[in-house]
């Protein structure tokens, strides 16, 4: 085998094989690293640049060396909060400051708006709200949502940017809330303002709809009467946990390179529906009870109920009870 078609051939078949035992629960991906470790592409690089036309055995052995380690931190190194390896002052790029004038917010035309380069953000609640909808866009993010609130909907950020958006839609059974991380022209390498600490109000029936591409979401919904939940990223990380279900709770989970855990509750009816390509599932408690499809036992008597579909490519799915 040549040297030039060595590494990236070593680098296929490593990654290939750690998203494999990543699907099967043997190892444990820290997906958002590949947002803060990225320059590791650019050591690699450097170092088979360095060494191009160095045909010994050394050299070679090098490369890889440097490769496996690089790889290895990407997916595998734990360092907590400490995911900004750039000088601890704040570095930012925007080509048009954002350019308000051209973001596609026409779905807020005529209801509230809000902008905040505070990051504090609170939509009010009212005694006549019974159903609400919360949706989430936006990728590049850290959501979690686990506390109640006397408003409606509250969420907190460390953005001083205006790069987060609050809007509502007033119709004659449901409240939508929108939050949204606006698309911003530039790079920004402060981890600290790519996170959202959210809270809704434990009164209304929710319905909650997630739209990502590369996110992180931990989401404790153990206090609310949940409805409906879509959760839709690609190379993200999904945590959530569930309470007691209404007559149907219904959870819709699509995803392409993630790893997603769902918990519900010990004695809940839950039935799960799996379209899931390559990927690893991990169903402890589920009675399979045909192709694709599993329960909890006696599902089909209970009056309260979970149902769970799952559709992705290369993730890793896990179905646990509490």
């Not at 931190?73 to 051209?102: A, V």
Request: aromatic share 12%.
């Amino acid at each position: 085998m040549k040297n030039d078609k060595l590494i990236p051939g070593v680098i296929l078949v490593l990654i290939g094989a750690a998203i494999l035992l990543g699907n099967f629960g043997l190892l444990h991906f820290r997906w958002y690293n590949i947002f803060h470790l990225w320059p590791i592409f650019l050591v690699i690089a450097g170092v088979n640049l360095v060494f191009a036309h160095n045909k010994t055995i050394w050299a070679t052995i090098i490369k890889i060396s440097v490769m496996v380690i690089g790889v290895g931190l990407l997916f595998f190194g734990d360092f907590g909060d400490r995911y900004n390896f750039w000088p601890r002052h704040n570095f930012s790029y925007h080509s048009d400051d954002f350019d308000d004038n051209n973001d596609d917010d026409s779905d807020s035309s005529g209801s509230d708006f809000k902008m905040s380069g505070s990051g504090a953000f609170n939509e009010p609640y009212n005694v006549n709200i019974k159903l609400a909808r919360l949706n989430i866009t936006g990728g590049g993010t850290a959501y979690n949502l686990s506390d109640t609130t006397n408003q409606l909907f509250s969420a907190s950020t460390m953005d001083n940017d205006s790069r987060y958006l609050l809007t509502n839609t007033k119709t004659d059974s449901v409240y939508v809330v929108n939050f949204k991380m606006k698309d911003h022209k530039g790079i920004n390498f402060d981890s600290d303002k790519n996170k959202a600490e959210m809270r809704l109000n434990s009164n209304p029936i929710w319905d909650i709809s997630v739209e990502t591409g590369a996110a992180s979401l931990d989401f404790d919904l153990s206090k609310f009467k949940i409805r409906d939940l879509k959760l839709h990223g690609g190379a993200a990380s999904f945590n959530v946990k569930l309470g007691a279900p209404l007559a149907l709770t219904n959870v819709d989970v699509s995803t392409g390179v993630s790893n997603v855990e769902i918990s519900i509750p010990e004695n809940a009816a839950c039935s799960i529906e799996t379209d899931s390509g390559l990927s690893g599932n991990d169903f402890e408690g589920f009675n399979k009870t045909r192709d694709n499809n599993y329960e909890t036992p006696g599902f089909a008597s209970a009056k309260n109920k979970i149902h769970i579909h799952i559709s992705g490519g290369l993730s890793g799915f896990a179905v646990n009870r509490y």
